[in-house]
């Protein structure tokens, strides 16, 4: 079992920086691959990016790439997310998801467990 929760959303202006953190309990974590999902008022949950367990294969939505980085520390537990260059389409509830396979999070949008998400707003 793997617990999530997500913090680092707020108000930003366009143009600026947030970074999203995921602290993950249990001595499992090293073992997921960690994703990070967004869903936007009145849309479909949308795949933003992924990191394997090791941290040495990223995966990113083309609408984040260049602007967003997935980085992970396993000896703390943590998934992080540096979003920069905000726009107002990147306005959404962030989450957090762990799997064992990376390719569920890629290509799925699946996630074993899940956080409870993060609102992220951006102003123009």
């Known amino acids: 079992q793997v617990q999530l929760v997500e913090s680092g959303g707020g108000l930003v202006q366009a143009g600026g920086s947030l970074r999203l953190s995921c602290a993950a309990s249990?001595?499992?974590?090293?073992?997921?691959?960690m994703g990070w999902f967004r869903q936007a008022p009145g849309k479909e949950r949308e795949f933003v990016a992924a990191i394997n367990w090791s941290g040495g294969s990223t995966f990113y939505a083309d609408s984040v790439k260049g602007r967003f980085t997935i980085s992970r520390d396993n000896a703390e537990n943590t998934v992080y997310l540096q979003m920069n260059s905000l726009t107002p389409e990147d306005t959404a509830v962030y989450y957090c998801?762990?799997?064992?396979?990376?390719?569920?999070?890629?290509?799925?949008?699946?996630?074993?467990?899940w956080g409870q998400g993060t609102q992220v707003t951006v102003s123009s």
């Open positions: 249990g001595r499992t974590f090293s073992t997921y691959a």
């Open positions: 998801a762990a799997d064992k396979a990376i390719r569920d999070i890629v290509e799925v949008n699946r996630g074993d467990y």
